[in-house]
């Protein structure tokens, strides 16, 4: 460690800790731009308070057939959904507050990673029409990026489902990998015409827009419109959307061979799998589930799956720095039993 770094983490910072909290985090965010790496900012989770009274015991009793990796990912972002809570009465999410901490010593090997994710991202901005895009989506293709070359061979000429498209970014990496057709679901309006526009420019002619939710029964929910973070509800606040299931959808409109589920709705992910789970069991594609949202997500999903389908192999992948956890699923050697 430099004399700068020591001077910073052994006297400055812990002098500064002492502090009233506000006066400490403008002192920290002036070190941390003065030292450079190693400190960071620390938003507040916006799913925090979804969190609070889980355990890390809890989480490594349902995962404990995982990888150390995926349980540590699954502990990272409990933690900092912790750090959130204890914070929450200092921070506004709306402002886009953060806390400055030691990320590195947090969260070892994030500051590389999120560097990473950065240029990943800048390169992409550059190399096609997208204004609007997710990290998980550009840098790891939401979790596509983590499969062997058998498990990617196996998906080709499928049918892929995209329930949450956003703004097509997801459909246009998808795209690569040589589906026969992408169905994507987006219950915003506004999402779906910036969508239909993003792929015409880029020439993606394989994907159909469905503008409905998805959950464990068909009807009609209420949401709001708030671009990547548009919300389901039940009650009768925003605006009245569609709602499908992925089996009755598929099985009307004689879809065949799924051979991806790619799924990030908002805590809605939970219901959107028990609403798919005979095609799951009929098919077996590779599924790539957001499950941060909520404690039904981060915990259920999984149990869900291995209480109903066999022979799947696991993990675990941070897809932004230590956020957007996602569950990775497929077939035993990338193939169907």
């Not at 990026?145 to 061979?153: G, H, W």
């Not at 994507?184 to 002619?205: Q, W």
Request: one cysteine or more; a neutral charge.
């Amino acid at each position: 460690m430099s004399f700068k770094y020591w001077m910073r983490d052994k006297i400055i910072f812990p002098f500064i800790e002492l502090l009233p909290f506000s006066l400490r985090n403008k002192l920290m965010l002036v070190g941390t731009c003065f030292f450079g790496k190693g400190w960071g900012y620390l938003p507040k989770s916006l799913f925090a308070d979804e969190f609070k009274n889980l355990s890390g015991e809890n989480v490594k009793e349902l995962y404990r057939d995982f990888s150390q990796h995926s349980i540590d990912v699954l502990l990272d972002y409990l933690k900092y959904s912790h750090i959130g809570s204890d914070f929450s009465k200092y921070l506004d999410p709306a402002k886009h507050d953060a806390v400055i901490v030691p990320l590195e010593h947090i969260f070892p090997g994030v500051i590389k990673k999120l560097e990473y994710e950065n240029k990943i991202c800048r390169k992409f901005a550059k190399a096609t029409c997208f204004k609007f895009f997710t990290p998980e989506t550009v840098c790891y293709h939401h979790g596509l990026k983590f499969l062997d070359a058998n498990v990617i061979e196996y998906i080709k000429h499928k049918v892929f489902i995209d329930c949450g498209a956003f703004v097509g970014d997801s459909a246009y990496v998808f795209s690569q990998y040589a589906p026969h057709k992408i169905i994507a679901f987006e219950p915003s309006h506004k999402n779906c015409e910036i969508c239909r526009g993003n792929l015409k420019k880029e020439k993606i002619d394989c994907v159909e827009i469905i503008q409905a939710a998805l959950s464990d029964e068909p009807g009609q929910l209420y949401f709001s419109d708030a671009g990547a973070q548009t919300a389901l509800s039940a009650e009768r606040n925003g605006i009245l959307v569609k709602v499908e299931t992925i089996d009755e959808f598929v099985k009307q409109n004689n879809y065949e061979n799924i051979g991806v589920i790619k799924a990030d709705l908002e805590g809605m992910g939970l219901k959107m799998i028990r609403g798919a789970i005979k095609t799951i069991k009929r098919d077996r594609p590779v599924l790539l589930i957001a499950i941060y949202h909520n404690q039904d997500e981060f915990m259920g999903i999984y149990k869900f799956l291995k209480e109903n389908i066999s022979n799947y192999c696991y993990k675990i992948e941070a897809l932004f720095g230590f956020s957007e956890i996602t569950l990775i699923a497929y077939p035993e050697n990338g193939i169907a039993h």
